[in-house]
């Protein structure tokens, strides 16, 4: 074992209180309307993804020492980066060089931050990939390899998360991606949202639309980091809600997880009046700024009623 593999591993079972956290730019693009909603809400956890208009791996070397000059007088930790690497912007028909640009320079920004985790996800496809698509499977495995070793050369953890990209297209293709990539650098983040807007691409066509819960129950086991997202579906409309007001069993799913001994991060994404990958969909930045802080209040109220043991405070280290 590496050196970088050990720091995996001694952070990994030495484990962190649970703790609340959110994609704060949702609530505004400035750095400090994120740190005030967090401060808001009483929180100390920010994941972190946009900084004004661009992701915080990609900032310049100046912005990005403003940043850690910020967080650190506000006593805010970054828990997460919210990255691009491999996301819905990166076609598995393009190059995949910049997800591995990315990747190498968000490791020496995690270091200095003491952030352990980051966001990937699994290229974007021109179309369905079932499991018979082995041609596809080799081609993105091949990508999130080099994408693992980085993270694992620099004793960090990518956390995929279940969204549009070749793994996402069924809970049977994430677990094919845990079997064929056995590295302690790789893990899951569960969205409890994102299941509603992806087709499960096993069986015969037409695909029906994924199941949340029933995603969950399937990967488990292999989830260290939990995004917090609902909604329902009207035919091919789908619509975002407060947490627990759609159909996507987000307390179904959090309640199984306390009652697994879960400890790690739940982070809020709303959804409600910004999303970071449909730029049509804006509000004014009050409107932005009140639904992520009443976002998070309904969390912190679901989260007490189920685990009022694991909630107090809601300030776990998130490293």
Known sequence: MGPGQERIRSRFVKGVAMYLTGFADEAG?????????????????????????????????????????????????????????????????????????????????????GTRMIRIMSFELPGPAPLSDRDTEREALKRLREIVKIAEDGGVICVHENCNGWAGQSWEHTLRMLEAITSPSLKLVFDTGNPFHEKDVRGPEPYKWQDSHEFYQHVKD???????????????????????????????TLTDLFNRGYDGGISIEPHLAVQAHDPSITSEPEIRYANFVEYGRRLEKMVREIAPAACSPFEGEGG
């Open 222 to 252: 292999h989830v260290i980091y939990v995004h917090v997202k609902d909604g329902r579906r009207d035919g091919d409309k789908a619509t975002h809600t407060f947490p627990g007001e759609g159909a996507c069993r987000v307390r179904e």
């Open 29 to 113: 693009s400035d750095l400090a309307v994120q740190i005030k909603a967090l401060k808001e809400l009483g929180w100390k956890n920010l994941e972190s993804r946009n900084i004004g208009d661009k992701n915080l791996t990609l900032i310049s070397d100046g912005e990005f020492d403003r940043v850690c000059e910020q967080v650190a007088a506000a006593g805010i930790r970054i828990n997460c980066f919210g990255s691009g690497v491999a996301n819905w912007a990166k076609k598995l028909a393009d190059s995949p060089q910049s997800s591995y640009d990315e990747m190498k320079r968000a490791v020496p920004r995690m270091q200095r931050l």
